[in-house]
């Protein structure tokens, strides 16, 4: 053999060692960037977890606390309730339609010092019903503390009608909505009555 030949050999067996080299080289690189990566992506998606656990921990805290405002009122609330329903439905009533007259309108009368029990009950229930259905409070938790005042309901509706039906003044446009978030949370409350081997929900039509 001829020494260039094996000169040439020599060359390109030192070249073909350091490609290989290389090669092993670029390769433990990848691995451990590969490694360093996944480690990372875990790190990453525990962080999220953990960030994910403290924010719902912090959304139910912060869902107690207003529950628990919402507990206190509702005691003075059913109190209200009793009373008006007992002590003072009976004779509005009857007189529903000269009383707004008197008043100048369904607003007058509902914001009058013989409507204050009522205003209080409704008001605290419309609030109620608007914060469950823009999801503010779970339902399910209102469900399992606060007992819907059904039998006032239904004793004060020609009442709340007569209210929002001449609202702007007898005869004038009625205001419509006026009780809507109670008739949602009361469809809830029903809804949930009736199908107690699930877990407490409004109706899918009531959303």
């Given at each position: ?12 067996r ?6 290989a ?38 959304n ?7 529950i ?29 339609m ?32 608007a ?23 239904k ?53």
């Open positions: 053999m001829r020494r260039d030949d094996t000169e040439d050999s020599i060359s390109f030192a070249g073909s060692a350091m490609v080299y290389w090669q092993k080289v670029v390769g433990i690189a990848t691995g451990l960037s590969v490694i360093a990566g996944v480690a990372m992506s875990v790190s990453h998606l525990a962080a999220l977890a953990e960030d994910s656990k403290r924010a719902s921990t912090s139910r805290l912060q869902a107690l606390q207003q628990q405002s919402i507990l206190r009122e509702d005691e003075e609330v059913r109190s209200n309730a009793r009373h008006f329903m007992h002590e003072s439905a009976a004779q509005i009533k009857p007189r529903m000269d009383l707004i007259r008197d008043a100048g309108s369904g607003e007058d009368f509902y914001l009058s010092a013989a409507m204050k029990e009522y205003a209080t009950v409704h008001h605290h229930y419309e609030q109620l019903g914060l469950v259905k823009l999801g503010y409070i779970d339902f399910p938790l209102v469900f399992e503390v606060i007992p819907f005042p059904d039998e006032y309901m004793t004060v509706r020609p009442i709340r009608d007569a209210i929002a039906t001449h609202w702007r003044g007898v005869g004038q446009r009625p205001l419509l909505g006026f009780g809507s978030n109670i008739d949602f949370l009361q469809a809830c409350f029903e809804y949930s009555r009736t199908h107690r081997d699930h877990a407490a929900e409004c109706p899918a039509e009531s959303m």
